[in-house]
């Protein structure tokens, strides 16, 4: 696959299981993205709190850059 595809899925087990017929070839890089009513209350603070550390690292970089000119 040379473009961007998206295929459905479902997780089961704690396995995403994706919703088509195609195959995906072993070793195939995906990217797993959670639809917002989906996320669950757990999950989305500790994505909260690493957009938060995130949020403090680049200021905390910024300041560093801003000291060294």
Do not use: F
């Amino acid at each position: 696959m040379n473009q961007q595809t998206s295929i459905p899925g479902i997780v089961r087990d704690g396995v995403v299981v994706p919703q088509s017929n195609e195959r995906l070839p072993e070793g195939t890089h995906v990217e797993i993205r959670l639809e917002p009513g989906d996320v669950p209350a757990g999950l989305k603070s500790e994505i909260e709190a690493w957009d938060k550390a995130s949020d403090e690292s680049w200021k905390w970089i910024e300041s560093l850059e801003a000291t060294e000119r």
